[in-house]
Nanobody, 124 residues
């Protein structure tokens, strides 16, 4: 069982940066692949970034490549999403998720646990 709590969202101007954090409970945190998803009003939840459980692979949506960076600290049971050069279209609720799966980490159905989300608003 894993519980996830996101933090770090807020209001930022276009071109600015935010760092989201996801604190996880559970002693087996290091065995999970971790991902970030987002959902804008009226849109479906979409993949943003993911980190394999081994830490050997990262995955990014094309829309955030070169601007966002996912990282994890197993010693702190935490996952981070550094977001730079933010755009108004990045506005959404951002969710942290944990997966027992290997592969296809861009698919939200592969994730077993979800946080409550944190709002990110980028003004133009």
């Amino acid at each position: 069982q894993v519980q996830l709590v996101e933090s770090g969202g807020g209001l930022v101007q276009a071109g600015g940066s935010l760092r989201l954090s996801c604190a996880a409970s559970g002693r087996t945190f290091s065995r999970y692949a971790m991902g970030w998803f987002r959902q804008a009003p009226g849109k479906e939840r979409e993949f943003v970034a993911a980190f394999s459980w081994s830490g050997s692979r990262t995955y990014y949506a094309d829309s955030v490549k070169g601007r966002f960076t996912i990282s994890r600290d197993n010693a702190k049971n935490a996952v981070y999403l550094q977001m730079n050069s933010l755009k108004p279209e990045d506005t959404a609720v951002y969710y942290c998720a944990a997966s027992n799966a290997i592969g296809m980490l861009t698919n939200s159905r592969r994730y077993d646990y979800w946080g409550q989300g944190t709002q990110v608003t980028v003004s133009s």
